[in-house]
């Protein structure tokens, strides 16, 4: 049990590497909300990162710039959309849900029941035959 | 007959998805190179040092990011040299750079640029949406028409630039 345990808390660890002390904002809600924000934004140099965990430079820039905009008293999704403003829906992790993007956040749960409706139907008939 | 088209539905769908996936691969386009979201806006203001992009003027403007430290923007001098000397006015904005070292690259590869401003910061580059140098950026009567990310080859200006250079105001 205590493997199984381990293994869970392995992937639920995020530990951001990235981040240097000297970003950090004095504020702690602002910072929680910088590093919450920045989870939610891609290094699009090292693309499968966001840009907490990437050391790239433009991850550097891009954390010292949603910084800034939290505190020039942006809200969240203010921050966000500034930087999607400039590098368009990519550089968000989470893509937006929006209508235009219906088809890309209902296919999954719609392919769920799909093929749960087929295995259903299969079994049953395979039932009734006998 | 309809049972048998049944039967074949999970290879129908399965070529179907590879056909769809295999496309992109085919084209020998690369993934992690991204378009543009200011393509058709107007051009941001560049808030860097030295310069002042006449950004209101009609015609076509090349603005160019590079800078000293890095290696493909050395290889892609020699094309933006021969875009000038075809008559496009091109702009050189030097990314996170100090003067002496552009000043020397410039000496050592050739100066194609109408004027070079200094983006010590990265901000005027995060304004434009650039993820990486050299990006290349071709405006007309002051919006942005396209943009060309990596160094540029001589391909790209003769098959995408020029027909767009042309077809524009001079």
Request: charged share 25%; with cysteine; aromatic share 10%.
């Amino acid at each position: 049990m205590k493997y199984v345990l381990g293994f869970i808390l392995l992937f639920s660890l995020h530990a951001a590497v990235a981040v240097e002390p000297d970003e950090m904002l004095k504020d702690p809600a602002l910072e929680a909300r910088a590093r919450s924000i920045s989870q939610n934004l891609r290094c699009l140099v090292c693309q499968g990162e966001d840009i907490d965990d990437s050391r790239a430079p433009l991850a550097h820039d891009l954390r010292v710039l949603v910084r800034e905009r939290l505190m020039k008293g942006d809200r969240d999704d203010q921050v966000l959309q500034f930087v999607r403003e400039r590098y368009g829906d990519y550089v968000l992790m989470t893509p937006p849900v929006e209508w235009r993007t219906l088809a890309l956040w209902s296919a999954p749960p719609l392919m769920l029941i799909a093929g749960l409706a087929l295995a259903f139907a299969t079994a049953f008939k395979k039932r009734r035959r006998r | 007959m309809m049972r048998r088209l049944f039967y074949f539905l999970p290879l129908i769908v399965f070529a179907g998805l590879a056909a769809f996936l295999a496309a992109p691969l085919l084209t020998g386009k690369d993934p992690r190179v991204l378009s543009s979201v200011l393509v058709g806006r107007e051009a941001p203001g560049l808030d860097v040092q030295g310069f002042e992009l006449p950004r209101h003027e009609k015609g076509m403007k090349l603005v160019n990011f590079f800078a000293s430290w890095c290696v493909p923007c050395a290889a892609e001098q020699p094309i933006l040299s021969r875009m000038q000397k075809d008559g496009v006015a091109v702009y050189g904005v030097a990314y996170k750079d100090k003067p002496e070292a552009v000043k020397n690259f410039l000496a050592r590869y050739g100066n194609p640029y109408h004027a070079v401003g200094f983006d010590d910061g990265g901000r005027g580059a995060i304004n434009w949406g650039v993820y990486g140098v050299p990006e290349t950026f071709l405006i007309k009567d002051g919006r942005i028409l396209k943009r060309h990310a990596g160094p540029l080859t001589e391909k790209d200006y003769l098959q995408e630039f020029k027909p767009l250079l042309e077809g524009g105001a001079k």
